[in-house]
């Protein structure tokens, strides 16, 4: 039984979810690679290799699960990913923290259309467990209470509690309007109400702008000029 745990694959080896499902000899389901199952795939794995690396006899051969940095006895993550820098959860278990950006289903929450809202930018939750995927990515199960829904979300999309938010901050990846007709050169190139997504944020002396891709082409345009799109129910 020892030895099943010693190939467990480690970080390196674990490069894609299929791999996941080929190593354990189970059939590709993409419905888990999602925000419903893909904290658990991650913590699953995690778990694994610290009870292989619990099991691991004195003076034997070292797991192939365990790259340098692993899993501490305190669950403290300490990954090496690319070999170079060590990747550590920012959040720990219990911590109530706010998602800034909107989470749509993307088609893994049951009973959900692909698309539908999940939870609202703004909405505060818990961190439950947390996991890594594909080496560069956190996953953190939050629990929001006001829904009573546990969803995955990526590192980058939460802050802490304590840190100022402003509600009407245009993010990256916000969905945008125009609210004024754009031109180049005399040309009209975005018209108005034209929707758009931020790719980059930018704050300087005249005030903040943003670069929006409008229909593949991107602009660099005022705040003044764009408005985001309200949330709904899906």
Known sequence: MMEWFYQIPGVDELRSAESFFQFFAVPYQP????????????????????????????GGKRPRSLAAGATTACGELSATVS???????????????????AIRNDGTVAGFAPGALL????????????????????????????????????EQELIPITQPWLAGNLQYGDNVACQMALAVNGEV????????????????????????????????VPAQAITLIEEREE
């Not at 820098?85 to 998602?99: D, H, L, Y």
């Not at 953190?140 to 829904?147: E, T």
């Not at 018209?191 to 991107?218: H, K, L, M, P």
């Open 31 to 58: 419905e888990l690679l999602g925000r419903c199952c893909l904290p658990v795939l991650a913590t699953f794995h995690r778990k694994l290799r610290a009870r292989g690396a619990a099991a691991k006899p004195a």
């Open 83 to 101: 070999g170079e820098r060590n990747m550590r959860p920012k959040f720990t278990f219990s911590e109530e923290v706010r998602v800034v950006r």
């Open 119 to 154: 939870v609202r930018r703004g909405s505060t939750g818990f961190v439950r467990d947390w996991g890594v995927f594909l080496q560069d990515q956190i996953i953190y199960q939050i629990h929001f209470p006001q829904s009573d829904r546990i969803i995955g979300c990526r």
């Open 189 to 220: 190139v975005v018209a108005v109400g034209q929707r758009g997504r931020i790719e980059a944020t930018d704050r300087g002396e005249t005030g903040d702008s943003y670069t929006v891709d409008f229909s593949g082409r991107w602009f660099r």
